[in-house]
């Protein structure tokens, strides 16, 4: 390998682990203004730094949850364990809940709370797609409804949260003391409106009904998933309802 690529790629490696510094400390420059080693330490943290603020900016409610210095040595954990291999940081922390499940598992809310923050923001990263109107579909006879199925907006997510995780991300995002996390087992749907990322917790009832929709289940087959809590015609009129909710929300791109 030549002699710049050879530092290059060894520069690299200890900026991923310091371990390696003996392989690469004799090429720095070493004078009284700074020691090599102490070179070598600036721009090991720096590169922490820079990931750290980004890992911030995705997850801003949860470094307020967790507090500063809770926070840091979480990211700097997950640095550790995750080298990045992206050349966009706005996908780097895409393992955090993952790694709050394993190094957090005293505050189960932090994990969630960061699948949260994530969802938001690939709401927000989400390609561009139709939406559909409720009137887009008034020339659809009868007949033909319960073979329908719906196509949804590829910002649509939805996310079985077990922890007040929106209430304490309200709070925070106020600026005002968060609520104890407490169980709830309240999931939420996510999507992008007008271009900003909207959120909304929903009951079981709707959340495993746009479940089935989104797996591409006909109208008629989600009224009848909605009979086993109901009977039949208020199955009807609550697929109806949800439908006409999610049309209004401009979560539904097609309707084939």
Not at 114 to 135: K, R, S, V
Not at 141 to 167: G, I, M, R, Y
Not at 187 to 215: G, M, T, V, Y
Request: charged share 20%; proline share 5%.
């Amino acid at each position: 390998m030549h002699k710049l690529a050879r530092i290059q790629a060894d520069f690299q490696a200890y900026l991923m682990d310091d371990a390696t510094e003996a392989a690469f400390v004799n090429v720095i420059v070493n004078d009284e203004k700074a020691g090599a080693r102490k070179r070598l330490e600036i721009y090991y943290d720096a590169y922490r730094l820079r990931i750290i603020a980004a890992l911030a900016a995705a997850y801003p409610k949860l470094k307020l949850l967790l507090g500063d210095d809770l926070f840091d040595s979480t990211a700097r954990a997950y640095i550790d364990q995750n080298p990045s291999t992206y050349r966009n940081l706005r996908w780097y922390g895409s393992e955090m809940r993952a790694h709050l499940q394993v190094t957090l598992p005293q505050h189960p809310i932090a994990a969630e709370m960061a699948a949260f923050e994530w969802a938001l923001g690939l709401a927000f990263d989400a390609e561009d797609a139709p939406t559909l109107q409720l009137q887009d579909l008034a020339n659809i006879p009868p007949e033909c409804w319960a073979d329908l199925k719906f196509t949804f907006h590829p910002s649509v997510q939805v996310l079985p949260l077990q922890w007040n995780v929106v209430l304490v991300w309200k709070a925070l995002d106020a600026g005002d003391s968060p609520p104890n996390p407490v169980k709830t087992a309240e999931p939420c749907l996510i999507w992008r409106q007008d271009l900003n990322s909207h959120f909304q917790s929903i009951h079981a009832a709707e959340f495993s009904a746009i479940q089935l929709a989104i797996s591409g289940a006909t109208f008629g087959e989600l009224c009848h998933r909605l009979q086993d809590s109901a009977g039949e015609q208020e199955a009807i009129t609550q697929a109806a309802q949800y439908l006409s909710r999610w049309l209004k929300d401009s979560l539904i791109s097609q309707a084939i």
